[in-house]
């Protein structure tokens, strides 16, 4: 039978994650969801009661050491192991205009190594160090790509990544340093 989770009202859910086999994870207009779908119980995170940098959630990633990533509206967080959230910002004085940070997709490096991330901003491609907090920004001006608003990511081997942008699809090779469009 169809049922509706009660999550206090009508949501905008942007993006889910399953973690584990009972914890669903809800990114909305609103705040971040961590719902137990073995009672339908839920917590429920914005800027009001955490650390978290936005209440609009875009995207969500869990790396095999159990990290929560948050992707929103302004950076990128994790969900450390007290509970708290820590802020990450890629965007720091590159376009000023822009007023907040986007982060619209998270995916591992690769399948065997999610210690790096694939990072879609609106201001370029990310690839960030999660050990080492490092991170190497891919955008207009240091590269031939078109337009930096990074909507989507999709690492097909270790240093190989498609990633789709307003202005078409485009392919990096890590080891050439080679970005070239694909349409």
Excluded: H, M
Excluded at 158 to 182: A, C, H, M, W
């Amino acid at each position: 039978a169809n049922r509706k989770i009660e999550l206090g009202g009508d949501r905008n859910i942007r993006c889910i994650l399953k973690q584990g086999d009972s914890i669903l994870w809800a990114g909305s207009n609103d705040g971040l969801f961590k719902i137990n779908t073995s009672d339908d119980s839920y917590v429920f995170y914005d800027k009001e009661n955490s650390d978290l940098s936005s209440d609009i959630i875009r995207s969500l990633y869990v790396t095999t050491s159990n990290d929560l990533w948050v992707g929103t509206f302004d950076g990128l967080n994790r969900l450390n192991p007290k509970g708290e959230f820590e802020f990450y910002n890629f965007k720091k004085d590159y376009k000023p205009e822009l007023e907040n940070n986007l982060i619209l997709d998270i995916k591992p490096y690769s399948k065997d190594d999610d210690r790096l991330l694939w990072i879609a901003t609106e201001t370029g491609l990310v690839l960030f160090n999660t050990e080492s907090k490092t991170y190497d920004v891919f955008n207009t001006q240091n590269t031939n790509i078109l337009n930096e608003v990074v909507k989507c990511v999709y690492s097909k081997i270790p240093g190989q990544v498609y990633f789709g942008t307003d202005l078409g699809l485009y392919y990096y090779d890590i080891k050439t340093n080679e970005i070239r469009s694909s349409f």
